[in-house]
């Protein structure tokens, strides 16, 4: 079975700092990984996917996120938050050959002025 | 270009009754997929249809039920309703429904409220 764990359930950061949002993943074969931020009442916004390749996966609006196979993480990354960055954001996983999008429990993120 | 498309927006029931959900995909996609979102939580995979035929289903009960017409339109049925079905209902489009380009785009939800 494949899961993703997103061990924070709230993130707060400071306008202008880095802000980092965790991942984890278990699953058999490949992952294919993707970040997802949803606002309130709103559907889920595609921010970033990782299939292969570069490691380090840039996205929308200034995001990027970074796949590390040995430690089965996938966390999400920006070099500047703003206060309009504050949402929800989704972990989730395809497996190989799966049609099963597998979400985290997500996390709050909130970015103070 | 049309994102994805759902309706109703908002819709309250009572238990026992039934309700229909639609979701008009991305012109071009033929897959459309189900999740349930429970306030406070992930959403949850419920069904996937390809090409109108049913290609993978979650851990949903027999209540739950969906179909995709040929226009890939689709439908999601929940009958004899229980207070806890009440969630935002979202739909997905994808091109295909498997393999490395299977990146699903998320429509604006239904949200389901059960009295």
């Known amino acids: 079975a494949q899961s993703v764990a997103q061990p924070e359930d709230q993130v707060n950061v400071a306008e202008g700092n880095p802000l980092t949002v965790k991942c984890t993943y278990s699953v058999s074969g490949n992952p294919y990984l993707f970040w997802y931020v949803q606002y309130p009442n709103r559907g889920l916004q595609f921010l970033l996917k990782y299939i292969t390749g570069d490691n380090l996966v840039k996205g929308s609006y200034g995001f990027e996120a970074e796949f590390n196979k040995s430690q089965t993480s996938f966390h999400l990354k920006k070099p500047s938050a703003l206060v309009s960055d504050s949402a929800l954001y989704f972990c989730a996983l395809f497996g190989a050959g799966s049609y099963q999008l597998t979400f985290g429990k997500g996390t709050k993120l909130s970015v103070i002025p | 270009d049309a994102g994805v498309t759902q309706s109703p927006t908002h819709l309250i029931k009572t238990r026992g009754q039934h309700v229909t959900l639609r979701c008009s995909p991305i012109?071009?996609?033929?897959?459309v997929s189900w999740y349930q979102q429970v306030l406070g939580q992930g959403p949850q995979f419920i069904f996937q249809y390809y090409e109108k035929e049913e290609r993978g289903r979650g851990n949903f009960p027999d209540r739950f039920s969906a179909r995709q017409f040929p226009n890939y339109s689709s439908e999601l049925n929940v009958n004899a309703l229980l207070l806890g079905d009440s969630a935002l209902y979202l739909c997905?489009?994808?091109?295909?429904?498997?393999?490395?380009?299977?990146?699903?785009?998320f429509g604006p939800g239904t949200r389901l409220t059960v009295l």
């Open positions: 997905a489009s994808s091109r295909v429904y498997s393999g490395d380009y299977n990146e699903q785009f």
């Open positions: 012109s071009g996609h033929k897959s």
